[in-house]
């Protein structure tokens, strides 16, 4: 059987970490394995790859074969790519000089969308956050004005009525003054 490179499991119940390995066909998910060439975190934004790009180009011109998810995250870090430029070079159809040149433009342009998504992602996040605590602002503005209000209605209502018994007081005084004199 061939070698494979293929992801091994790690981490907790619902929180996957994968080991890029090499290992062979025969052997279990998580089992004996020849060589780890990275990691891969799938839980952060963009997923976090560590990988050693010119030992899995090697594997690779040594026939391993990826397994479809490593194909994936091969290609995103440019090992494919490199395998490709070593193939012409191989051939003699570029030198290794324009091969190395190729594939730094092509790693500088990846790094920078990168840059670009994480930039996007924070960005995003502020907005958020930033329309969140305005929401939040309108709401206990609202809630305060409709505090004060049932408040000021309240003391209006205590006044008047503390107008309406002072008022019943003297109403009542004179006419109890009046009472005594008629006698």
Not at 41 to 53: F, H, K
Not at 162 to 167: F, L
Request: proline letters at 4%; aromatic letters at 4%; one cysteine or more.
């Amino acid at each position: 059987m061939p070698s494979r490179i293929r992801l091994q499991r790690h981490g907790k119940k619902n929180q996957p970490f994968y080991h890029i390995v090499v290992a062979d066909g025969r052997a279990p998910r998580d089992g004996k394995f020849i060589e780890k060439l990275g990691t891969y975190n799938p839980l952060t934004n963009p997923a976090t790859i560590v990988l050693d790009v010119d030992r899995a180009a090697e594997w690779l011109k040594n026939g391993a074969q990826p397994s479809d998810t490593c194909r994936r995250i091969l290609s995103y870090k440019g090992v494919l790519l490199k395998r490709h430029l070593q193939i012409g070079v191989e051939k003699g159809a570029i030198s290794q000089e324009q091969a190395d040149v190729k594939f730094n433009e092509w790693l500088q342009a990846k790094e920078n969308k990168i840059a670009n998504v994480k930039s996007e992602a924070e960005n995003k996040m502020r907005s958020v956050k930033k329309e969140r605590l305005d929401a939040e602002k309108k709401f206990n503005e609202a809630k305060a004005n409709a505090v004060a209000a049932k408040r000021k209605a309240a003391a209006e209502a205590e006044a008047a009525a503390k107008a309406e018994a002072a008022a019943a007081a003297e109403a009542e005084a004179p006419a109890a003054e009046e009472a005594p004199a008629a006698e």
